[in-house]
C-alpha cells in the first residue's frame, strides 16, 4: 500500500509494464484433419480455439472451470474437459470432439439412443453426456446402473431430470448386446 506521507520515489520495477506474450502459431489435428492455427494467444483452452477460432462449437462453453463437463472431448482417447486443457499443449495429440462422432447423415449409437428416448432438451449438455456415454461403453460394454450415473456424474444438466438420459444409456447397451 503507498503511504501518501512517504517523499521517496515509486519503486522502478513496480512501474514496469508485464510484458504480452507474442501470439504463437500451431497446427491441431481435430477429428482426422489437420487445422492451422494462425495467431493465438499461448494461455488459450483447447474449448476456446476449438469454438472460436476453428469454428467448431460442438464442444458447449458452461462453466470453463472443470464443473459441469459441457466441453468434454477425446484427447488421444481419453475424455477430457476441453476448457480444462491449454490448446498449445494439444499439438501432438489426436483431438476427437463430438463433430467427429457422427453427423446429421450417420449418427452414432448412442445419439440415436438419445433421440428415441427423449433425453434431449435443451441440448446444451447432450455433445458432453453423448462423449462420455461413448467412452464409457467403449471401456465398459456392460456397465451397470451404478457405473453410468457415476460415468455421467460430472455431466451437469439441468432439464431432464437425468430419467431418460439413463434410459438411452440402457437402450444403446440392449441394442448392441442384440446386434452381436
Ligand atoms: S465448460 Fe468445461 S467443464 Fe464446464
Ligand atoms: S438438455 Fe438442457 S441442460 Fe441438459
Not at 1 to 24: C, F, G, K, Q, Y
Not at 44 to 54: C, D, I, P
Not at 90 to 95: L, R
Request: glycine letters at 8%.
Amino acid at each position: 500500500m503507498t503511504d501518501a506521507n512517504d517523499p521517496s520515489p515509486p519503486d522502478p520495477s513496480l512501474e514496469e509494464p508485464v510484458p504480452v506474450p507474442e501470439p504463437e502459431a500451431y497446427e491441431l489435428d481435430v477429428n482426422g484433419r489437420s487445422h492451422s492455427v494462425p495467431s493465438a494467444w499461448i494461455g488459450e483452452s483447447l474449448l476456446y480455439v476449438l469454438r472460436e477460432r476453428l469454428g467448431l462449437p460442438g464442444a458447449k462453453n458452461a462453466c470453463e472451470q472443470g464443473e459441469c463437463g459441457s466441453c468434454s472431448l477425446f484427447l488421444d482417447g481419453v475424455l477430457v474437459n476441453s476448457c480444462c486443457v491449454l490448446a498449445a499443449d494439444a499439438t501432438d495429440a489426436d483431438i476427437r470432439t463430438i463433430e467427429g462422432l457422427g453427423g446429421e447423415e450417420e449418427l452414432t449409437d448412442v445419439q440415436q439412443a438419445f433421440l428415441d428416448t427423449g433425453a434431449v432438451q435443451c441440448g446444451f449438455c447432450i455433445p458432453g453426456l453423448i462423449t462420455t456415454v461413448h467412452d464409457l461403453l467403449d471401456r465398459e460394454p456392460a456397465a451397470d446402473d451404478l457405473q453410468v450415473r457415476e460415468a455421467i456424474s460430472g455431466n451437469l444438466c439441468r432439464c431432464t431430470g437425468y430419467g431418460r438420459i439413463l434410459q438411452a444409456v440402457e437402450e444403446v447397451k440392449s441394442r448392441r448386446e442384440a446386434a452381436r
